[in-house]
T-cell receptor, first 116, second 115 residues
Framework: GAGVSQSPSNKVTEKGKDVELRCDPISGHTALYWYRQRLGQGLEFLIYFQGNSAPDKSGLPSDRFSAERTGESVSTLTIQRTQQEDSAVYLC??????????????FGNGTRLTVT | AQKVTQAQTEISVVEKEDVTLDCVYETRDTTYYLFWYKQPPSGELVFLIRRNSFDEQNEISGRYSWNFQKSTSSFNFTITASQVVDSAVYFCALTPSNTGNQFYFGTGTSLTVIP
């Protein structure tokens, strides 16, 4: 079946502009995660959704970052007034209702964001 | 504190050599899960293995094997007879039992297999 889909795959934006990154999880997956991966770095946790609520927003780096999720479906990560330090690959992952501990995360291909 | 350390940033081996990727973790929880993921050049992370803290049996899957030792808080990954297709970044991850599905990833080890 279809995997986690992220769009756009690449985004180049000017400093100061807002961007929206989209994630379509695997159908039926209630848990959804956003991670950031800077060049040559590991995965930095941003936010986790269970359904459309976000019990853990601890990783959002500043108030310029926000995310929402519609039901148990699409999620949008919004970055306002982008800075060059926001340049990274933004990865989305989902897992089924049995819980991520019983099931692995399924990752999308990511959105590569470049802020010029 | 919850933490995963992958001390090896980059490793290069010649094809057919064996290679071990190290993973050391920290957690206060007695129940937790450990994972390895592979990130090939295409970018998509691929799940390799999950291990819970109550199961210290080592596991072998083809050329891949995993050595879980609670005494040293390590969950090392060995590739036997490496192949060029094994070239990727490998991530170790921890999810403790009481953090509501939070995953903690290491910084990754970039493996290059030279033909």
């Amino acid at each position: 079946g279809a995997g986690v889909s992220q769009s756009p795959s690449n985004k180049v934006t000017e400093k100061g502009k807002d961007v929206e990154l989209r994630c379509d999880p695997i159908s039926g997956h209630t848990a959804l995660y956003w991670y950031r991966q800077r060049l040559g770095q590991g995965l930095e946790f941003l936010i986790y959704f269970q359904g459309n609520s976000a019990p853990d927003k601890s990783g959002l780096p500043s108030d310029r970052f926000s995310a929402e999720r519609t039901g148990e479906s699409v999620s949008t990560l919004t970055i306002q007034r982008t800075q060059q330090e926001d340049s990274a690959v933004y990865l989305c992952a989902s897992s089924p209702p049995t819980g991520a501990r019983n099931s692995p995360l399924h990752f999308g291909n990511g959105t590569r964001l470049t802020v010029t | 504190a919850q933490k995963v350390t992958q001390a090896q940033t980059e490793i290069s081996v010649v094809e057919k050599e064996d290679v071990t990727l190290d993973c050391v973790y920290e957690t206060r929880d007695t129940t937790y899960y450990l994972f390895w993921y592979k990130q090939p050049p295409s970018g998509e992370l691929v799940f390799l293995i999950r291990r819970n803290s109550f199961d210290e049996q080592n596991e072998i899957s083809g050329r891949y094997s995993w050595n879980f030792q609670k005494s040293t808080s390590s969950f090392n990954f060995t590739i036997t007879a490496s192949q060029v297709v094994d070239s990727a970044v490998y991530f170790c991850a921890l999810t403790p039992s009481n953090t509501g599905n939070q995953f903690y990833f290491g910084t990754g080890t970039s493996l290059t297999v030279i033909p």
